[in-house]
Structure formats: C-alpha cells, structure tokens
C-alpha cells in the first residue's frame, strides 16, 4: 500500500491497476480469434455443419469478451497526458508512430472485421467469411504487437537519440525501433500466451459438457482442437521464454539479475536457483536449490559467458551516476548558452548515462554537488526489490510447466481416444481455466516491476517521470478505474457463465442440449 | 449428450442488445472518466514545452517516492 499523499506511487498504482485489468480482455482475444480461424477452416473444408456451430458458439464467447475488452486499453492513454506528463513528453517522438498504427489496426481493421464477422455469416461464401474471421485474429495479432513495440522500446530504448533542445528522445531509426529484439521476443512470448489462455478456455468449458456428459460430440471437437493449439503454444511460450531469457541477459542485465536472485557474479556458467528464500536486507538466498551452469547457458548461450551478480551491478551503475553527474554538469552548461563544439562533444560524449545522473534528483536538488551517500543510495535504487520478481517469476514458469502437463495429458488421451473417462484430467482443465491469466500478470509483473526504477530503462527515472498532480485527484481517478473495470468484468464473467452454461443450444439450432428431447442429438448434429 | 432432457426451446437470447447497450454504458463511463480526472494533461500531443521540462530536471527537487525503498 503507498503512502497516502505519494503521487509516484499512487501513479505507478493507478498505472499497474489499468494494465493489469485491461490484459484480463486481452490475451482472451488474442488466442480465441485464431482458434475460431481453425474451427472455421475446418468447416470450410469438410462442409460439416458441427464446425460452423462450434465457430458460431466460441464465437459468441469472443464477441463478449471483445465487447467488454475494446477500449479498455484508452485508460492508459489518459494516463499518459495527465498522471505521466514528462515521460509522455519524453516517449513522444517515439511512441507516436507505434500507437497511431495500433489504433488504426484496432479500429480499422478488428472492429471493422469483428462486426463482419457476426452479421457475415448469410451474407458472404464461406470462403470470404473465412478471410474475414482470419483479418479479425491478424489485427488483434497486429495491434497487440504496436503496442508491445512501444513497452518493448521502454525497456530497450534503441533508435533514438535524447535531443537537448527539445529536452526529449527523437527518433533516429524507425526500424531499430520496430525490430528491437526485445519488443519482438516480448511479442511472441505474449501472443503464446494469449492462445494458451484461449485454448486453456475452450478446453475448461468443453471438459465441462464432457463431464456433464451433454453436447458430446460438439465438445469432444472443440477439446481436441484447443487442446492441440494450447500445445503447440504452450510449447512457443517456454521456448520463447527462453530467448526471452536471453534477450534479458544482453540488454536487461540487473531485470535478470533480480529474477534470479544472482547476487554474485559466479564463474562462468552460472547455476539457476529453482527455489530458495532471497533476503534483499542481507543479499543472500536462503535455503537455495540451484542447479549448475543452467542459467549461464539459458542467459548467454555459451558455457564461458558469466551473468554479472546484483553486487557489482550496484558498482557498475554507481560509476554510470558519477558519469551521469558529469552529463547533468554538461546539459546544463549547453542550458546555460554554451553552444561550443567542445560543450556539445562533453555532453555527447556522456549523454548515455544522463540518466543515472538524474536518479540523484531523488535525493537532492543540485545533482552535481551529490554526496557519497546520495551516490550510494541512487546507486541502490538500481536494483529493484529481489523477492517479488525472484517469486513472481516463478509462479509463471510454474504454471507454464503445469499447462504443458495439461495440454500432453489431454492429446495424450484423445489420440488414444480414451479422454471421456479421464474424469481427473477433465475435473484439472475446468479448474485451470482462470490459471494462465494468473500466470500472465505474474510475468507483467516481473516485465514492468523489473524495469524499476526506470520508466524508460536508462533513461527516465520513474520518479521524474511523473506529472505534478495532487495525491487526491489520483486517488479519485484510481477509485473510478477500479470501479469501472470492476463492474466490467463483473458484466463480462456474468455473461460468459451465463452462455457457457447455454452452450450451442445458445445458437437456436434445435440440436443441442436442451432443445430437444430426440435421442443422440448431438451426434445428428457431429453427423450434418 | 443428454438424452433425458425435455423439450424446452430457450428463448431468444439478447447478446446483441446487451453488449451493444454495455458497450454504450462504457462509453459514456469512460467519457465522464475523462472529463472529470483526465481532460486538462499536462502534455498536449505527448509534448511539453522544452523550458518546463528544463525546470522539472534542474530545478526542484522531484516527488518522493518510497515505493522502491530497500
């Protein structure tokens, strides 16, 4: 809980609270969107008319959750402009490309294509309706992966430039923007996780009418389908993790560090601690479990490469502060009217470490008279708390590992078409369905809570980033969010249970549970 | 399957209705959100003037912020 009257915090809150509540929409999107182009390819196909009541069904499903989801995500815009007014000047230039191409992808082409895609069905072929609900998964694709560009960039901050006369980063490179390998590893990593999501979903709700023993054929479908896509994407997001992992040990060294809890910078290759109790007050891992040169080869793909321990980390940036002193000293001479090439070469020469410079802003007011305690404490600002990524971290990898359990159990038994009395396994994906969003907020949390103490890594301190607004206009704005999004999810879960529980018979056909009294229904309905 | 069910036609079902007036509510939500809380930023176009973010970095001391304290 912040301070009552901390704006850093109480934006920082208000942010997290937003971003969190909005990826509950999200990722359902995401990965709902593809599966229904499978169900709906396969339809297209054989002709069955089981596929295009499956497609029509989860479709419903995905209509609501879009319903609820679309525009959730302008929250954090507002933000941007009023509660982030320094970081919103500093990202501008930047993020102004990345976002107007998001909101056309969201705009133009996913809603466009989502309302086609429920008033298409009598009025476009099969075909084209298929090229439809195909545009509605690629422009969710697309539009999550604008957004991740810009969170991408925040964290590796490449091709652009801080320009002292307009006091912001300039772009300088659109493409190494675009192709930061850490916003395109962020973004296959989160599409995975969304079709997980969606695939953990449709399983649940299908192991449901299996246990239900109703809509048999209809779920047996719509099961396997889920459950071979959530293998597939379950087995790209470990994977992708892992790159993810090693994307991290090039450019987000300290993030990696404090998942890890590596205090030490240990002799090449480093050993992962699976589990253990890290104590950010003494520094040191209690009752660790580590297994040898894991994490050295997960983070540096070499057995030679080490992964530099939080200790000297905490050196490594106390020089960059000092260096950062004397870039603060620079910027200000070239403030001052000192134009001279000399002035302007000092500056550049030292222009990359501004930022860590301007941590000192925490602590006093003339970042060039900074004493050795102040250095000492922005120098310990670097390095985020260890424990709630070190945990948080491993929450996520554990449910991955749990969902890859899930998914193998789940093929495993329907190839060998023995699912139905697997009652364990069916009562397991039920209980699982609210799991991967569990996980994905976890891994926010370690994606935005990792990057502290910056908003943009290296660059702009959290602290500075923010606007000057008075503690209770952000308390008001953070209780209508929740309120808000509260009620929304609230409308969203009533609906969901609501039609889940209709299932297919929501469609009016007259051949699924409930709708008729005539025996093996269902299975006229698999047989159309 | 469930075989024993009776016959029981559900009645049509208002999705459309519902999520087009919940959609419609958000709106109007989201609106007042923004007119009340967040109309007046202090950055217009993502941009401030060069002079006011040249005070924010030099001259006063930034807000405290306990939320990353060891």
């Not at chain 1, 973004?187 to 649940?204: I, K, L, P």
């Not at chain 1, 890890?260 to 660790?288: C, H, I, K, N, S």
């Not at chain 1, 990524?389 to 190839?415: C, E, H, K, Q, T």
Request: hydrophobic fraction near 50%; charge should be positive; aromatic fraction near 12%.
């Amino acid at each position: 809980m912040p301070p009552l009257d901390d704006v850093v915090a109480l934006s920082r809150l208000q942010f997290a609270a937003t971003a969190l509540y909005h990826f509950l929409f999200v990722p359902l999107t995401l990965g709902l969107a593809w599966i229904l182009v499978i169900m709906e390819s396969v339809y297209v196909m054989t002709g069955r008319q089981i596929y295009k009541d499956m497609t029509q069904f989860w479709g419903k499903l995905f209509g609501i959750n879009f319903a609820m989801g679309v525009t959730t995500g302008i929250t954090m815009e507002f933000q941007f402009g009023t509660n982030w007014a320094y970081y919103s000047h500093y990202v501008g230039d930047i993020f102004g490309a990345p976002l107007a191409i998001e909101g056309l992808m969201a705009f133009f082409l996913e809603s466009t294509m989502v309302g086609l895609f429920f008033l298409g069905w009598n009025r476009l072929s099969k075909g084209k309706h298929l090229f439809v609900t195909f545009c509605v998964a690629l422009g969710s694709s697309l539009s999550a992966l604008w957004i991740l560009i810009a969170n991408g960039w925040m964290n590796n901050p490449v091709g652009a430039e801080f320009n002292f006369d307009t006091m912001r980063m300039e772009l300088v490179s659109i493409a190494d923007v675009i192709f930061n390998p850490v916003a395109q590893v962020k973004f296959v990593h989160t599409a995975a996780a969304g079709y997980v999501t969606a695939s953990m979903f449709v399983m649940g709700i299908s192991a449901l009418y299996l246990l239900k023993a109703r809509d048999v054929q209809f779920a047996l479908r719509s099961f396997a389908i889920a459950a071979a896509f959530g293998l597939a994407s379950t087995l790209s997001v470990i994977v992708l993790g892992d790159e993810s992992g090693y994307t991290a040990g090039e450019v987000n060294k300290v993030k990696l560090a404090a998942i890890e809890a590596a205090w030490e910078t240990e002799a090449a290759p480093a050993g992962l601690t699976l589990f253990g109790f890290p104590d950010d007050e003494r520094q040191v891992t209690a009752y660790a479990v580590r297994i040898p040169y894991v994490l050295g080869l997960i983070a540096t793909r070499s057995t030679d490469g080490q992964v530099t321990g939080i200790k000297e980390l905490k050196r490594e940036n106390e020089a960059r502060i000092r260096k950062g002193m004397t870039a603060y000293a620079a910027l200000l001479r070239l403030k001052g009217g000192d134009k001279s090439p000399q002035a302007r070469a000092a500056f550049d020469a030292l222009k990359g470490d501004l930022g860590y410079g301007l941590l000192l802003k925490k602590y006093t007011p003339n970042v060039t008279d900074a004493t050795e305690a102040q250095i000492a404490q922005a120098a310990a600002d670097t390095i985020p708390k260890v424990a709630p990524l070190f945990w948080s971290f491993r929450g996520m990898v554990f449910l991955g590992f749990l969902f890859l359990f899930i998914f193998g159990a789940s093929m495993y038994y329907l190839l060998r078409r023995r699912l139905a009395p697997q009652r364990w396994l069916l009562k397991l994906c039920v209980l699982a369905i609210p799991l991967p969003w569990v996980s994905i907020e976890l891994g926010w949390i370690v994606a935005e809570y990792g990057r502290q103490p910056w908003t943009i890594a290296g660059v702009l301190p959290t602290h500075l980033s923010v606007s000057s607004l008075s503690a209770g206009s952000l308390w008001f704005s953070l209780a209508g969010f929740l309120g808000f999004y509260t009620l929304l999810l609230v409308v969203e879960m009533g609906l969901m249970i609501k039609y889940a529980k209709l299932g297919p018979a929501s469609l009016h056909t007259g051949r699924y549970h409930g709708e008729t009294a005539l025996p093996h229904a269902d299975d006229h309905a698999a047989a159309a | 399957m469930d075989t024993t069910a009776p016959f029981q036609a559900p009645r049509r079902e208002r999705l459309a209705r519902t999520l087009l007036v919940t959609v419609i509510v958000k709106c109007l939500v989201l609106y007042g959100l923004w007119s009340t809380c967040f109309s007046h930023p202090q950055t217009r176009h993502m941009l401030l003037p060069a002079a006011e973010v040249e005070r924010h970095l030099f001259a006063a001391p930034a807000a405290p912020d306990s939320s990353n304290k060891k």
